[in-house]
Every structure is written in C-alpha cells, then in structure tokens.
C-alpha cells in the first residue's frame, strides 16, 4: 500500500488488509505500507486514522517509511492511492515487469474496474487525501478502501 506520507491512507489500508487475511495460507498475504514523501518516516499513524481503524475493529502496528525502488523485488502488488503515488512509484519502476506491478487499489472496487486508469477517468479510482481533515473524512476514506479491498479479496480467492 502505498500514498503520500505513510500515515493516513496506506497505513489504514494495511489495517484492512492485514486483518483480513490474518487467517489465509494459500495465498499467504503479506501487507507492508510505504508512502512516497520522506516527511514522517519513523512516525506513527496519523491519531485519527488509527482511531478510525481500530473504531472499525481492525488492529495494526505501524511505523511510516518511504517506498523504494528495491521494494519491486520484495513486492507482488503495489497498490497506490491516487496518481500522485502511481507516477511517484512509476518512475522509480527499473523495467516493465516492475510497472505491471503497479494499480490503483480502488481498481479493485467493483463499481470501478471498468474505468481505465490511464483514461481521463482516472480520478475516480483515487483515494482521497484526509490528512488533517475531520473524522468524516477519514471515515470516508475507510469505506472505499474496505470496498476495493471487499474486490482484491474477491480477485484473489479465485
């Protein structure tokens, strides 16, 4: 999971899926989050994002850093928040393989898989940033990260 500072979005986003697949072997999941900013590297989640998480019912330990281009070769999937991160993340991308690796986690949101990423719809699958906003927001940001993540699960139980 990856957004800008690795403390709001990513991070919640990890909360979801980590807690989700707690119990799965086949496939294993194994969930890291990273932010594409330096700003916070070490810090803690954002307190509002945390308490929206755990108000939720999921639990997360979580230390922020910055998404590297060696993270490629440890990483499956690279989930982003919104364009900002995906052509962040992009260009730091060695070859193609590694690009193909790239989505927006709202891609998997089923009321969304249809929109093309690099069309001018591409907006739409982007996370907003809730960053010092109101608990509304976050909670917000909650719900279409539980969606999308609803059509990962979905995607990779087949």
């Known amino acids: 999971m990856v957004c800008l500072g690795n403390i709001c979005r990513s991070p919640m986003a990890a909360a979801i899926l980590s807690n989700r697949t707690a119990d799965w072997n086949s496939p294993r999941i194994i969930v890291d989050s990273s932010g594409t900013g330096a700003w916070h590297i070490g810090q803690g989640p954002h307190p509002t994002s945390q308490r929206v998480w755990e108000n939720a019912g999921y639990t997360y330990s979580h230390a ?3 998404f590297q281009a060696s993270d490629f070769y440890s990483t499956d999937l690279i989930l982003v928040m919104d364009s900002n991160n995906f052509i962040k993340v992009s260009n730091l991308a060695e070859n193609e393989t590694s690009r193909e690796k790239i989505f927006y ?5 089923k009321s969304l898989s249809a929109i093309d990423p690099k069309s001018e719809r591409f907006a739409e699958l982007e996370v907003p940033d809730p960053y010092n906003q109101t608990i509304e927001a976050y909670e917000e940001t909650l719900i279409m990260i539980e969606r999308a993540i609803d059509g990962l699960l979905q995607d990779l139980s087949r």
Request: glycine content about 0%; proline content about 0%; overall charge positive.
């Open 64 to 66: 922020a850093r910055q």
């Open 105 to 109: 986690l709202r891609s998997f949101d």
